[in-house]
Nanobody, 126 residues
Framework: QVQLVESGGGLVQAGGSLRLSCAAS????????MGWFRQAPGKEREFVAA????????YYADSVKGRFTVSRDNAKNTVYLQMNSLKPEDTAVYYC???????????????????WGQGTQVTVSS
């Protein structure tokens, strides 16, 4: 059974930075792409960023491109989301997720992810 545990959320002022972490266990971490998604109150869950198993390919939503960076440390079974220049509209619960297919490219398609963390709250004040 795959387990994903996010950490690093919190309250930050607009323009500030946070780094989210997602620790994975339960299968060979480096074989699978990982994704970050977020869900704001009253809105649907949306794609934020994804990274391939080897960490070579990354993919971002237009709304975060240039401000957020996804990375991974396969030796630590951990994926990160560095968030800079945060805006109030980035306020949401952030989730990490693991792709169902080994050796797949990073993808924004939510149905491709079969394991999800519990989420971590990010609040950006104006």
């Amino acid at each position: 059974q795959v387990q994903l545990v996010e950490s690093g959320g919190g309250l930050v002022q607009a323009g500030g930075s946070l780094r989210l972490s997602c620790a994975a266990s339960g299968r060979t971490f480096s074989n699978y792409a990982m994704g970050w998604f977020r869900q704001a109150p009253g809105k649907e869950r949306e794609f934020v960023a994804a990274i391939s198993g080897g960490g070579v390919r990354t993919y971002y939503a237009d709304s975060v491109k240039g401000r957020f960076t996804v990375s991974r440390d396969n030796a630590k079974n951990t994926v990160y989301l560095q968030m800079n220049s945060l805006k109030p509209e980035d306020t949401a619960v952030y989730y990490c997720a693991a792709d169902r297919q080994p050796a797949a490219q990073a993808t924004a398609v939510m149905s491709r992810y079969d394991y999800w963390g519990q989420g971590t709250q990010v609040t950006v004040s104006s």
